[in-house]
Nanobody, 120 residues
Framework: QVQLVESGGGLVQPGGSLRLSCAAS????????MRWYRQAAGKERELVAG????????????TFADSVKGRFTISRDNAKNTVYLQMNSLKPEDTAVYYC?????????WGQGTQVTVSS
């Protein structure tokens, strides 16, 4: 079965960095777009970053929410079936549960989430 397992969350001071990982299994990882979402307490889930599959006509291009552009990067290692979210210059407003998502035609799976807390 499809599994997405996030890791790498934790407590970090403002200005610090974290790298989230999402290990995927149970599907052809390289064929699907991968996305990171986040949900802060009392707020709706929002898309943070996405990376297309190698099958996309755009290649493995990336997209980011305006709030994280220039601070976050997303990458994927298709050999390891893993997608990463490198988060730099973290701000308190980045505090949220971060979720990994695998997306395609009639295909939409989520991980369990990992908590990121940015606080001094």
């Amino acid at each position: 079965q499809v599994q997405l397992v996030e890791s790498g969350g934790g407590l970090v001071q403002p200005g610090g960095s974290l790298r989230l990982s999402c290990a995927a299994s149970g599907f052809t990882f390289s064929s699907y777009a991968m996305r990171w979402y986040r949900q802060a307490a009392g707020k709706e889930r929002e898309l943070v970053a996405g990376i297309r599959s190698i099958r996309s006509s755009f290649g493995s291009s990336t997209t980011f929410a305006d709030s994280v552009k220039g601070r976050f990067t997303i990458s994927r290692d298709n050999a390891k079936n893993t997608v990463y979210l490198q988060m730099n210059s973290l701000k308190p407003e980045d505090t949220a549960v971060y979720y990994c998502n695998a997306h395609g035609f009639s295909f939409d799976y989520w991980g369990q989430g990992t908590q990121v807390t940015v606080s001094s």
